[in-house]
């Protein structure tokens, strides 16, 4: 007979859109917001990713290459992928509010349109990335 723990981290975390998704439906099912930006250094910008699941909530910063090197990983598993904003040149660096504010915005519609395609709540990689796997509960 399996154990109930057992269970709960063999099930595949489901992802919902932030207007769907309500904590009573529990640790099985999570949500994200890219709720901001920080610029660091005036060289790069980290987005500011709040997850919640279940009861619990946490932030991920990831840097746009963060992004770029997910979308090329799952590109190698075959994955058919929404496509994310174009990076900006070295010499032609934008961290204007502006621009960030609506990179930020592409970033987080990219994720969830990713989310939803099938399978992805499986991926290891995405895990990772947003920090489902840290407290090993999947």
């Known amino acids: 007979m399996i154990e109930h723990s057992t269970m709960l981290k063999q099930t595949v975390p489901t992802f919902l859109k932030p207007a769907v ?10 949500t994200l917001a ?3 930006f920080v610029v660091q250094d005036a060289t790069f910008a980290e987005y500011t990713i709040q997850v919640k699941c279940g009861s619990d909530t946490w932030i991920v910063n990831r840097r746009f290459r963060e ?3 997910l ?19 070295l010499c032609f660096r934008d ?5 960030l504010s609506e990179r930020r915005r592409a970033l987080e519609e990219c994720l969830w349109d990713l989310l939803q395609l099938s399978s992805m709540g499986e991926i290891d ?11 090993d509960r999947y």
């Open 67 to 69: 992004f770029v090197d």
């Open 95 to 99: 961290l204007s509010h502006d621009y």
């Open 34 to 36: 890219i709720t901001g």
């Open 125 to 135: 990689a995405i895990k990772s990335f947003l920090d489902l796997i840290k407290d």
């Open 21 to 30: 998704w309500s904590s009573r439906y529990g640790d099985n099912f999570y």
């Open 71 to 89: 979308w090329n990983e799952l590109h190698c598993l075959g994955s058919r992928l929404p496509e994310l904003p174009a990076k900006s040149f």
